[in-house]
C-alpha cells in the first residue's frame, strides 16, 4: 500500500536533509509505524507521503499511485490527520466535517457520527474555535476518517490527549485496522507503538535505523532481566537481576535458596530502551 524507496526531503537549499535515504513498504493491513524523538524526520516523512510537501528526490507510491505526478484520485483513498489541528475556528464541529466531506468523490461518513465516535458528541454545534487543543485534535482525527480512506496516516494521534481519551483513540485505531485499513503512524511514545503497531521503523535525524516488530526487537535487543522483592534481616529489599549475567544468577540463586521472596517477575526491555540501545538516543 505504501511503498518509499530512497526518500530525501530537505527545507533548505543546502546539503541538511530532514529526511535521509529513508525506504520500507506497508502491506495492506498493517499499522507500521514511525517511532523516533522530536526532529526525527517523522512529520516531513507523512507530508510526502500525503503530497503535503513535493517529494524531492527518492521513489514513493501510495495506494498504488506515483507521487512523483499525484493525481487528485490518490485523495479519495487516504485519510490524514496532523500534530497541528487546521480546523476552521469559524464553522462550528459539525460543519467542518460537512465542509470536508465535500471535497470527496466517494462516499463520506454521516458527520455526527463521527462526532460521537470521538467523544465529542453534544458539541456538534458549537464553534471549532472555542474548542479546547484536545478538542480540536479529535476534530481533526474524526475528519480524515470522512473519506473511509483505505490508507491512514496519523501523525502523533494521541500526543496531549488525556488518558481516557487517548485509550478511545486508540481504541478507534483498531478497529479501522480490523476492517482492513492500513495504517502509517508517527509517534515519540513508545507506549503507542508498542501497543498498536505490527512494525516500528526507529527513525532519528532523518534516517532509518531498523525497522521490525516489537516483539522481536524485545526477542533481539531485551536484556533479561528479573525483579525480585525479598525480605532480608527483617527488612524489605528490592533489586533487579538479569538472567543471562553469570554472577547476576549466581546471586539471584543465593537470595532464593536463603531469604524469604516477597514478589518476582520477569521484566521485558521496553521499546524505548532499545530504541537507546540502538540510536544511542532516548525519545524525549
Ligand atoms: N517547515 C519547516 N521548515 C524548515 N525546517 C523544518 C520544517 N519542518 C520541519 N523542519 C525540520 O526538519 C527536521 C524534521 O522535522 P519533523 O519532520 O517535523 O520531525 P518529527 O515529526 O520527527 O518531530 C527538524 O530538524 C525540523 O526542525
Ligand atoms: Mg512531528
Given at each position: 500500500m505504501i511503498s518509499v524507496k530512497g526518500l530525501y526531503h530537505s527545507?533548505?537549499?543546502?546539503?541538511?536533509?530532514?529526511?535521509?535515504d529513508v525506504s520500507f513498504d506497508v502491506p495492506k493491513g498493517e499499522v507500521f509505524g514511525f517511532l523516533?524523538?522530536?526532529?526525527?524526520g517523522k512529520s516531513t516523512t507523512q507530508g510526502v507521503l500525503t503530497g503535503l510537501?513535493?517529494?524531492?528526490?527518492g521513489e514513493a507510491t501510495v495506494a498504488g499511485y506515483d507521487l512523483k505526478h499525484i493525481k487528485q484520485e490518490m485523495f479519495n483513498k487516504i485519510g490524514m490527520s496532523f500534530e497541528?489541528?487546521?480546523?476552521?475556528?469559524?464553522?462550528?464541529a459539525k460543519e467542518n466535517l460537512k465542509f470536508y466531506a465535500q471535497l470527496f468523490d466517494v462516499k463520506t461518513r454521516d458527520p455526527q457520527e463521527l462526532i460521537n465516535l470521538v467523544g465529542l458528541s453534544g458539541k456538534e454545534d458549537i464553534k471549532a474555535g472555542e474548542f479546547s487543543k484536545g478538542m480540536k485534535h479529535r476534530l481533526t482525527f474524526a475528519r480524515s476518517m470522512i473519506n473511509n480512506p483505505e490508507i491512514w496516516f496519523l501523525d502523533e494521534?494521541?500526543?496531549?490527549?488525556?488518558p481516557a481519551i487517548a485509550a478511545n483513540i486508540k481504541d478507534i485505531i483498531r478497529e479501522q485496522n480490523n476492517k482492513g485499513v492500513t495504517v502509517f503512524l508517527t509517534t515519540h511514545n513508545m507506549y503507542i507503538a508498542d501497543e498498536l503497531c505490527d512494525r516500528v521503523a526507529f527513525i532519528i535525524d532523518g534516517e532509518i535505523k531498523l525497522i521490525d516488530s516489537p516483539k522481536n526487537l524485545k526477542l533481539a535487543y531485551g536484556e533479561k532481566v528479573v525483579d525480585v522483592e525479598y525480605v532480608d534481616n527483617g527488612e524489605r529489599k528490592k533489586e533487579t537481576f538479569s538472567t543471562v549475567v553469570k554472577s547476576d544468577k549466581n546471586t539471584l540463586a543465593g537470595i532464593l535458596d536463603a531469604k524469604e521472596i516477597v514478589t518476582m517477575h520477569t521484566k521485558e526491555a521496553t521499546l524505548e530502551e532499545i530504541f537507546i540501545k540502538v540510536t544511542g538516543r532516548g525519545l524525549a
Open positions: 527545507y533548505s537549499k543546502d546539503d541538511k536533509y530532514a529526511v535521509k523516533g524523538p522530536s526532529g526525527a510537501l513535493q517529494l524531492q528526490r497541528q489541528s487546521n480546523v476552521y475556528s469559524k464553522l462550528t494521534p494521541t500526543t496531549g490527549l488525556d
